[in-house]
Structure formats: structure tokens, C-alpha cells
């Protein structure tokens, strides 16, 4: 019985992308003695190897074979844990992603670093490249307790469990790996198949009796089975040797002597079937297309059952209120308004609740974007020479699943530069008072309705002075201007801006950290920067929970209603006249206790219409983002909800100072504000109106 093993290859790519974490992260804290990580390590290995085999993966179970070989000695007591060896199996763990990756996204695999890791690993493993011909020389050793020479003959009775294609195993590619041992025959054994009436298409009711002819030796037959060696029940027994007899003529008296029991079509359509096999293998060991599956752009998401029996218990929940609704609405009468009110308001609970359970169903814990950072870590610190402590903290702090995916390359960049840049030499800390060994600090947790992630570093700090002296030489500055500490920091993330004295392939060439914010922007998060010189630096990401659901502050202006999120409002006031100050253009500030504060009239900003245009005694929101603050002036504040975000840019196009839209109760739709957009395209509005305003007094325009 044959079935599609295409629908299980995204869960074979899955749960390989899953034990390579495993495998990697247990590597790098492995420890001489420790036969639980090694053991574990193993597993995971062999079960990649496994899955890979069953798929007709070759180049995956070949260099598997490898890495589980070296495993196997080490779980044997045959090899000490050396460092080398540690990183060798790091290494090999890289080259096996690359392959399943290549499997994945149906693309050519680079085979240069999988052949130098092949290299490595056979000279570790001490097989040189001629062990193919002194395995056959007389000289050889002999001391194995397995037939090695010659041919045998082996009888192999194969009797699988019933459910065993339920899990993904196919007994023809079984037999097809036997069939590239040597000759085999097939027969099959039917006297457990049920009526036709009787058989489950999903249940396998065959076994199989086996003859295979071959040099190989027992272990190497067991390791075809090795796979499904715990759903079958299997017997090998050797039945000869022929020593220098020609395979042919083997062929020919195993056959002869199997006569009397093998019917003769049977044989015919066991050699028919393995002819088969054997095609289809070696057309998808040539033809990658052939044996990669379909790309898949769908992702998948493992959720506790307790998520699922909480969503089934909201939906019972949710047919009942439906029920009792649908009885009142075929003979209401106004002594029913009770009632009708009650269910409403039950409607509203179960539907709040069920939109929590399934947005819960989306976090993962962030441990999933922070199992990459030891490995790096590791890896730039033995490129570095730098020795350096990597701690995670708050790795069960949940966040959603589509925030993690985007947030992953920016905290890749943040972790390089505080490798890079951040930490000092073991030398110069240890001159300077410090511990030799530096400190990076991961660190998550929720803050209201949002996740903060911290990456701290007890390096040398920023030079303030150097970051400022580097943007008045790039011209974002101009020289003699006052700035706070957060304001040259910022400068930081200006695109090509960098301090790097020498341009390492680490980072030193200003590309990467502009992008960082940007990324950050997108998500409609931002980043703020702390450091002490001599002391280290924090780079402190806030971001919301969810891309799918905003907390938000409904505002109106004019007849139009917009969405200012409630993670950037500091607070809303009344303007009073004597703290405004009108400046150069048509720029007005605010005073706000220490702080002058743009005002930004939205009815500008969409050339609208407005109740009011007068900023004298209006309403101001004011906002924040990136350390910038600016008033938002509006005609009314409405109410805070939470509101479902609808890309503007997928259903329409994208708008400056618009960052999504959303639909409201009443079916209308509302504008979500780009804050962080806003406030830069008014501090770019107020330095041009001062560029400006500076080259008419400097040609004698203005008096």
C-alpha cells in the first residue's frame, strides 16, 4: 500500500528546523560527562537522518550518517568531548540547515561549505578516502563479529504495524533502500486483509517476506529498518555465504531455492515493483524538483490544548447566546427588551473573550526568537577574540507570532553591534577595573499592552562626544547646536552614520542601524538608547503585542474621525493663550511645562475642513515618538477602543501620515495616524520653514 508522503513533508521540515535548535543549543552548553545533551543531541540527529531517508532526502541522510556516527562515539565513551569536536558538530549542524532549507524553498543547496564539513567530519572520524578499497583488501582486519566478505543471503520476514503509513513511512521506500544492498525478492503476505468491505484505506493489513542477496552485513540492513525498527516486528536471519560467486549466480540458486515456497508471478511482481522503486529513486536523487515539495507560504503554530479547549468552550458559549437571540427575534414584543438587552450584552462578553483566545493563540514565547543569539554570540566571539557571557532573561514573555518573525533581524543587528562595538578586549577591561569576561543581557517583559526587549551590555558606553563630532563632519548637524543625550544617540540610527574606527565584515560600514529603526518604525514600535561611558549601553525596543489589534484614542475634526494609537499619547489638554508662541511661517509651539511643543493642526496635515482653526483654547493630543513630541490638534476626543488594523496599503495605497485604516461600529472607516511619520515630516516642515526663513534675512528679503 502506497500513500502521498508530500502532506507530511511540511511537518518533517518542521520538526528538523526544531531539533536542529535542539541540537545547537545543547552543543554549546555541552559538558564532559553530560550523557543526557549527548544522548538528546543523538536523538535528534538520528531522527533527522530518519525522516530525510523516508522522504528520499539522500544528501540529508548522507551527511546525517556522518554527524550521528561522531555522536554515537561520544555517547559510546569511545571519544572524549573536545572543543574541536564541539565545533565541528556546530558546523555540521549549519550545513544540515542548509540542506533541509534548500529542501524547503526548493532551491539549489551551496554544496562548498557541506564538502569542506564532510572533510572534516571523515578526518575526525579517521575514514580516508581509500577505506572503500581497503575494506575488500586480504590484508584488512577481520576482527568484526559480522560477516564481512563475500555474499549472503539473508531471509527477512517484515511485519509492520497497522498504522504504520499513518506516520509517514512507506514500506516501497523501504524496500527500495534494501534493493541498493544488493538483490532482493519481495513477497507479500496476505492472510491478515479483510474483506474488502472491511478495509480502512488509512490501515496497512500486508508484511512481507524478504530475500536479499548482498555484501553488506546485518547492521547495515538494520539500518534501513532503524526508521520504523519500533512499529514492526522484524527477523534477519543469515542463510549463507558464497565466497567469489558471481552475483548473477547467486541470484539464480537463491531463487532456485525458494521455489518451492515463492510463486512464481509473485516474484515477477516483486522485481517489477522494486525496479520501480529503485527508478523513482535514482530520478529523485538527479531531478531535485522531483523529490522537494510544493512550496508552502502558509506557516504553521503549535497551540496547547488548553487554548483549543478554551476557544471550543467560547463557541458553545456563543451558539447558546445565538440561540437564545434567534427566540426572541421570531416574537419579540417590548416586555422583551430585558432579556434582548441581557443577551446583548452576553453576546458582547463571549465575543470579547473569544477575540482574546484566539489573539492568545498567536503568542509564542519569545524564547523562539531568542534561541539564535547563543550560537552568534558563541560564533562572533571566537571571531572577536572577545570573551563574552551571553544571559537571557524573561524568555517565556509572550508575544505575537507575526511581531516575533519581524522583530528577529533587527535584535540580530543590535546583538552584533554590542558584540562589535560595545564590549572590550579581555585586556583593556581588565585595565580598566572590569571583569575579563563581558556581559551581554537579553531581557523581555510586558509593560502594559506592550512587550519591552532590552539588550544590555557592560562595555565601554557611547562617546558621546564622538557621535556628535562624526555627525557635525557628516553635515546632520550643524556645529555649536545644544543637543540631550537622547537626541545624539538618535543620531545613531541615521542612515551611513557610524564611529567605527576600522570597517570589520561585523559591522563599521553605518548600514544596518537606520534599517534597525526603520523595521522597529514599521512594527509600530520604537527604540530609545541609554549609555554611560565606561559603563555600557541599553538599547530598550518597545513594541506592541499584536500587528492585528490596536488600543486606540478616537478623535474628530471636521466631519472625519481618526485613530491616534494609545501608546503615543502623553496626554490631552485644553491650549491656553498665553503659553502659545507663534514663530517664523505659520509654525506655533506650545509651552508644555519644560518642553515647546509643535502644534500641528490635522485639518493642515489633510487639507479637511474643521469646526475650529483658531489653536487658541483648542484641543490638543499631544504625542510622542522617538523623543519628539508634538501637539495634535483636533475638535473633539471621542472614545478608546481597541480597533482591528486593515493594511491601506493592500486595499488601496500607502499614505503619508496614515499607517492603517479600520472599520468602526457603524460601518464607517477610520484612519489610524502614523505618529512617527507625523512627527518627522512637521520637524522637517519646521527646519525648512527656518532654512528658509534664515537665506530671505541672509539676501535682505525680510527686514
Avoid at 533541509?100 to 579517521?126: P, S, V
Avoid at 539588550?455 to 557611547?462: E, V
Wanted: a negative charge.
Amino acid at each position: 500500500m502506497s500513500i502521498d508522503l508530500s502532506q507530511f513533508i511540511p511537518s518533517f521540515l518542521e520538526e528538523s528546523f526544531e531539533g536542529l535548535e535542539l541540537m545547537e543549543s545543547s552543543l554549546l552548553n555541552l559538558e564532559q560527562g553530560d550523557d543526557e545533551a549527548i544522548n538528546s543531541i543523538f536523538r535528534a540527529a538520528h531522527s533527522i537522518k530518519g525522516g530525510a531517508g523516508t522522504f528520499g532526502f539522500n544528501d540529508v541522510t548522507v551527511f546525517t550518517h556522518l554527524v550521528e556516527t561522531l555522536l554515537d562515539e561520544m555517547r559510546d565513551g569511545r571519544r572524549s568531548i573536545e572543543q574541536n569536536d564541539v565545533e565541528i558538530l556546530l558546523g555540521s549542524v549549519d550545513c544540515m540547515r542548509l540542506l533541509i532549507e534548500a529542501i524547503r524553498d526548493e532551491t539549489d543547496c551551496d554544496t562548498t561549505k557541506i564538502e569542506e564539513n564532510t572533510k572534516l567530519l571523515e578526518k575526525t572520524l579517521a575514514i580516508e578516502e581509500s577505506s572503500a578499497k581497503t575494506e575488500g583488501d586480504s590484508n584488512a582486519e577481520t576482527s568484526s563479529s559480522e560477516p564481512n566478505q563475500g555474499i549472503s543471503v539473508w531471509q527477512i520476514d517484515f511485519v509492520p504495524e497497522h498504522h504504520l503509513v499513518q506516520t509517514g513511512n512507506d514500506p516501497l521506500l523501504i524496500f527500495s533502500a534494501l534493493a541498493e544492498l544488493g538483490e532482493i525478492i519481495v513477497v507479500a503476505k496476505t492472510k491478515e486483509l479483510p474483506l474488502l468491505n472491511d478495509i480502512d484505506p488509512e490501515e496497512l493489513y500486508l508484511s512481507w517476506h524478504i530475500t536479499l542477496t548482498t555484501e553488506s552485513t546485518e547492521a547495515d540492513i538494520k539500518e534501513v529498518f532503524e526508521w520504523v525498527e519500533d512499529e514492526c516486528l522484524l527477523t534477519i536471519t543469515q542463510e549463507k555465504a558464497i565466497i567469489d560467486t558471481p552475483q548473477d549466480d547467486v541470484t539464480q540458486q537463491d531463487e532456485a531455492s525458494t521455489s518451492n515456497t515463492t510463486i512464481p508471478e509473485q516474484q515477477d511482481l516483486a522485481k517489477s515493483e522494486i525496479k520501480s522503486a529503485k527508478a523513482t529513486d535514482t530520478t529523485q536523487s538527479s531531478d531535485k524538483a522531483v523529490q522537494k515539495p510544493k512550496a508552502e507560504t502558509v506557516g504553521s503554530i503549535r497551540v496547547g490544548v488548553d487554548k483549543v479547549d478554551s476557544l471550543i468552550n467560547l463557541v458553545g458559549e456563543l451558539v447558546i447566546t445565538q440561540s437564545m437571540l434567534s427566540e426572541l427575534g421570531t416574537d419579540f414584543d417590548i416586555s422583551k427588551i430585558e432579556r434582548l438587552t441581557s443577551g446583548l450584552d452576553q453576546l458582547l462578553q463571549n465575543t470579547k473573550e473569544l477575540q482574546e483566545s484566539v489573539m492568545r493563540i498567536r503568542m509564542l514565547p519569545i524564547s523562539f526568537a531568542f534561541n539564535r543569539f547563543p550560537r552568534l554570540v558563541h560564533d562572533l566571539s571566537k571571531k572577536t577574540g572577545k570573551d563574552i557571557e551571553l544571559i537571557l532573561k524573561g524568555e517565556q514573555t509572550e508575544l505575537d507570532k507575526t511581531v516575533m518573525e519581524q522583530i528577529g533581524d533587527p535584535l540580530v543587528h543590535l546583538v552584533r553591534n554590542a558584540v562589535d562595538h560595545g564590549i572590550e578586549t579581555s585586556e583593556v577591561r581588565i585595565a580598566n577595573g572590569k571583569p575579563a569576561k563581558g556581559t551581554i543581557t537579553l531581557d523581555a517583559y510586558h509593560q502594559g499592552g506592550n512587550i519591552v526587549i532590552e539588550i544590555n551590555d557592560d562595555g565601554g558606553g557611547i562617546n558621546r562626544q564622538a557621535v556628535l563630532n562624526k555627525a557635525i563632519e557628516k553635515g546632520i548637524v550643524e556645529a555649536g547646536t545644544s543637543l540631550t543625550d537622547n537626541q545624539v544617540f538618535d543620531l545613531l540610527f541615521e542612515p551611513g552614520f557610524s564611529t567605527a574606527i576600522e570597517v570589520s565584515d561585523i559591522s563599521g560600514r553605518g548600514v544596518g542601524m537606520d534599517v534597525v529603526k526603520r523595521n522597529i518604525q514599521s512594527l509600530g514600535g520604537r527604540i530609545q538608547v541609554q549609555s554611560e561611558e565606561g559603563k555600557g549601553s541599553t538599547f530598550k525596543v518597545n513594541l506592541p503585542l499584536t500587528l492585528a489589534i490596536l488600543d486606540g484614542q478616537l478623535v474628530r475634526v471636521g466631519t472625519e474621525t481618526y485613530i491616534i494609537p494609545l501608546i503615543t499619547i502623553v496626554e490631552s489638554l485644553q491650549t491656553q493663550t498665553e503659553l502659545i508662541n507663534r514663530v517664523s511661517g505659520d509654525m506655533v509651539l506650545y509651552r508644555l511645562r519644560e518642553d515647546n511643543v509643535p502644534v500641528l493642526p490635522i485639518y493642515k496635515l489633510f487639507n479637511i475642513s474643521a469646526d475650529s482653526e483658531d489653536v487658541e483654547h483648542a484641543l490638543l493630543v499631544v504625542v510622542e515618538a522617538d523623543g519628539q513630541k508634538v501637539g495634535l490638534m483636533v475638535d473633539d476626543l471621542l472614545a478608546q477602543q481597541q480597533v482591528v488594523i486593515k493594511s491601506l496599503a493592500d486595499n488601496y495605497q500607502q499614505v503619508e501620515g496614515i499607517s492603517g485604516a479600520t472599520i468602526l461600529g457603524d460601518g464607517s472607516v477610520a484612519m489610524i495616524l502614523d505618529i512617527p511619520g507625523i512627527i518627522t515630516a512637521a520637524l522637517k516642515m519646521a527646519q525648512q520653514t527656518h532654512t528658509t526663513r534664515n537665506h530671505q534675512q541672509a539676501v535682505g528679503v525680510i527686514a
